[in-house]
């Protein structure tokens, strides 16, 4: 098995997908800046390493997500993220 | 910035550099196999997702360590690896 791996965002996001006991994943690296991801799936995002500031749909507010924590993405929405620190994150879909 | 993504054992382990607010960092999936990584600097592993078997150095006994927990190894050093579902992991190298 080798990985595939997708860069996004001028190459500020990149990401190596794979299949974990949970089903399909990615485990990518955000660096500094402002970003908009669609979703094609549910999405599970966990922080790893670093923080997220998200908006999630359908809402106004922004919120932190440091290491450790982890928030949820319906399918077929876009979300924002701010990052102000390299961070390490893993995106498991269904 | 961008990154620096790395192949290793044939495709098999990939990883991605970046610098964490904690230092150098690679975060990294390994596919099921077996395989000896050496060291050139002080690494702390941590395994956020899946599971190594590892063999340290000077040791003769095989540790789990499942997602959520972690070891270090010494600069200048190999140790072994056993991987039998694909593993997400963070190396901070200090």
């Given at each position: 098995?080798?990985?595939?791996?997708?860069h996004?965002?001028?190459?500020?996001?990149t990401?190596?997908?794979?299949?974990?006991?949970?089903?399909?994943?990615?485990?990518?690296?955000m660096?500094?800046?402002?970003?908009?991801?669609?979703?094609?799936?549910?999405?599970?995002?966990?922080?790893?390493?670093?923080?997220?500031?998200?908006?999630?749909?359908?809402?106004?507010?922004?919120?932190?997500?440091?290491a450790?924590?982890?928030?949820?993405?319906?399918?077929n929405v876009?979300?924002?993220?701010?990052?102000?620190v390299?961070?390490?994150?893993?995106?498991?879909?269904?």
């Open positions: 098995m080798s990985f595939s791996v997708n996004y965002f001028d190459n500020k996001v990401s190596i997908a794979f299949e974990s006991a949970q089903g399909p994943c990615t485990s990518g690296v660096s500094p800046g402002e970003y908009t991801f669609g979703t094609t799936q549910h999405e599970l995002m966990k922080v790893v390493e670093g923080e997220l500031v998200v908006k999630l749909p359908n809402s106004d507010e922004w919120t932190s997500y440091p450790g924590t982890e928030f949820e993405v319906e399918a876009s979300f924002d993220v701010k990052v102000s390299a961070t390490a994150y893993l995106c498991f879909y269904s």
